[in-house]
Nanobody, 125 residues
Framework: QVQLMESGGGQVGAGGSLKLSCRAS????????MGWFRQRPGTEREFVAR????????YYADDVKGRFTISRENAENTAYLLMNSLKPDDTAVYYC??????????????????WGQGTQVAVSS
């Protein structure tokens, strides 16, 4: 069993930055692909970013490319999401996810096997 714990959410003004962290426990985190999703009120959970377990491949949703950066530090079993140039439309609950069995590069929710509890990000105009 894998447990994921997010941190780093909060409130920021438009154009600001936040860095989310996700620490994995329960098995070696370096063998898991990691991802971030978000869910706005009244909408379905949507893909934001993914990083392979070695960190050599990253994937992004179109509307965050160039603004968000996913990274990982396997020695600390932690993945990060650096969010720059934040917009009010980025306001959502952000979820960390880990994939052990899903397809390489998968971006659907069912391509991930473990989920964190979520952390709120609020961007004011």
């Amino acid at each position: 069993q894998v447990q994921l714990m997010e941190s780093g959410g909060g409130q920021v003004g438009a154009g600001g930055s936040l860095k989310l962290s996700c620490r994995a426990s329960g098995r070696p985190g370096s063998t898991l692909a990691m991802g971030w999703f978000r869910q706005r009120p009244g909408t379905e959970r949507e893909f934001v970013a993914r990083i392979s377990w070695k960190g050599e491949r990253t994937y992004y949703a179109d509307d965050v490319k160039g603004r968000f950066t996913i990274s990982r530090e396997n020695a600390e079993n932690t993945a990060y999401l650096l969010m720059n140039s934040l917009k009010p439309d980025d306001t959502a609950v952000y979820y960390c996810a880990a994939a052990l069995y899903g397809p390489a590069g998968g971006t659907r929710t069912n391509h991930f096997d473990y989920w964190g509890q979520g952390t709120q990000v609020a961007v004011s105009s």
